[in-house]
């Protein structure tokens, strides 16, 4: 298959106009991959439909309108019958509950991967793709490649998933003339270069600053205004990457340009430093879901700071956590209960850091076995902490 008769098949098909948003500021979208099961073959090779529309369920309450999922290769190879009646159900399990759904290519045929001679089984399986869901109304984009700008080296590595995308992105457009299509690049150069193959732009940002975000978020709506193509970011957000969920998102949102977070539930790969939800529907940090919401804490300088003993509380916490520590016959019952209280106030006042609520421990702590020398040690601790914030009288 000849590289140039790709790309005139590419071009012709975007000519015939597939069916491109102008906008795309209102997409707030995630990232999904099942969190039983370790990387994104797993999610389709062991499929679970009842935790697949439990997770849509979390998202669906953060009122998320897109979702971004991979595909592999080696899943659709493993079992095609099974893949597809997975891909059908997940499409429409989104599509139930008000997402749209952009599959992307996370592997490809290792042959293509190689040479031009494997790009015929890349080609088979698009149109296997095309032909399970290219009429499901809850398919909103198809995502060619994932990153093919990254990692940048070897430089010949780089170029050939480079071609591979483009060639990717050709053989949707061949295939599906109406869903817009695109390639998530790492970085808004390797946007800019894989343009001209693509219906709608899209990039990732991770970056570690407000000002490089908003250079980054600039350069990409400047580059689309050109191009006369919508853009968005289809990856945000990572707690070890200096880029905070509520950051990142504020940002995007302050500059009208759509997004996807990495990623909703915090899975095996990545969920020491991603993910939103653990599988019970309890969250990692509520600020990530409220920054989803559009509600962001106020980091100006108008900000009120909590007093937490307005009312004398810490006052007569630490008064009664000072009394229970000094009893020689102290009941486990009643210094967990002073804890208990002594906890509330920390977090409520915002007066600790959350990596370890004290909440969380105290409540740890009553499910085990009555330790009461870790009990006096946790309560002076709490009552050292809450001590500067006494009023004076």
Same mark, same amino acid.
Do not use: C
């Given at each position: 298959m000849k590289r140039i008769a790709i790309c005139a098949l590419a071009f012709a098909a975007m000519a015939a106009g597939a069916d491109v948003p102008k906008d795309l500021s209102n997409v707030r979208g995630f990232n999904y991959a099942s969190s039983s099961v370790r990387g994104h073959t797993e999610t389709w090779t062991k499929y679970n439909a009842v935790e697949?529309?439990?997770?849509?369920?979390?998202?669906?309450? *953060?009122n998320f309108n897109q979702v971004r999922v991979f595909i592999t290769y080696e899943a659709w190879t493993a079992d095609k019958e099974a893949f597809r009646k997975n891909l059908v159900h997940f499409v429409r399990a989104a599509h139930q509950r008000g997402m749209g759904v952009m599959p992307t290519i996370g592997s490809m045929p290792r042959e293509a991967l190689q040479a031009d001679d494997g790009l015929p089984l890349a080609r088979e399986w698009v149109q296997d793709l095309v032909k399970t869901i290219g009429t499901e109304p809850g398919l909103?984009?198809?995502?060619? /490649?994932?990153?093919?700008?990254?990692?940048?080296?070897?430089?010949?590595?780089? $170029?050939?998933?480079?071609? =591979?995308?483009?060639?990717?992105?050709?053989?949707?457009?061949?295939?599906?003339? $109406?869903?817009?299509?695109t390639i998530g690049y790492a970085l808004v150069p390797g946007m800019e270069e894989g343009a001209d193959a693509v219906d709608v732009l899209s990039f990732h940002d991770y970056s570690?600053?407000?000002?490089?975000?908003?250079?980054n978020i600039a350069r990409a709506k400047a580059f689309a205004a050109k191009a006369g193509k919508p853009v968005f970011n289809t990856e945000i957000g990572c707690v070890a990457r200096s880029n905070p969920y509520d950051v990142t998102i504020q940002e995007h949102m302050n500059a009208n340009v759509g997004w996807?977070?990495?990623? *909703?539930?915090? /899975?095996?790969?990545?969920?020491?430093?991603?993910? %939103?939800?653990?599988?019970?529907?309890t969250v990692r940090d509520p600020s990530?879901?409220?920054?989803? =919401?559009? !509600?962001?804490?106020n980091r100006g300088p108008n900000v009120v700071l909590e007093n937490p003993d307005r009312e004398g509380a810490v006052t007569r916490a630490v008064a009664s956590g000072?009394?229970?520590?000094?009893?020689?016959?102290?009941?486990?019952?009643?210094? =967990?209960?002073?804890?208990? /209280?002594?906890?509330? !106030? !920390?977090?409520?006042?915002?007066? %600790?850091?959350?990596?370890?609520?004290?909440?969380?421990?105290v409540d740890l702590m009553g499910q085990g076995r009555p330790d009461l020398p870790a009990l006096r040690?946790?309560?002076?601790?709490?009552?050292? *902490?809450?001590?500067?914030?006494q009023r004076k009288q």
């Open positions: 697949v529309e439990r997770d849509l369920g979390y998202a669906q309450r *953060l909103a984009f198809w995502d060619a /490649t994932n990153e093919p700008d990254y990692p940048p080296t070897p430089a010949e590595r780089m $170029k050939r998933r480079m071609e =591979l995308a483009k060639d990717m992105a050709g053989f949707f457009h061949e295939f599906d003339k $109406k869903t817009p299509v570690p600053s407000r000002a490089i975000i908003r250079a996807y977070i990495w990623e *909703l539930m915090i /899975t095996p790969a990545w969920g020491d430093v991603h993910g %939103v939800f653990y599988p019970d529907g990530i879901a409220a920054a989803v =919401l559009g !509600l962001f804490r000072k009394q229970w520590l000094a009893q020689p016959d102290a009941t486990w019952e009643r210094g =967990l209960s002073i804890a208990e /209280t002594a906890a509330n !106030l !920390l977090e409520a006042g915002e007066l %600790v850091a959350m990596r370890e609520p004290p909440t969380r421990t040690a946790l309560l002076q601790k709490y009552i050292d *902490l809450l001590e500067p914030y």
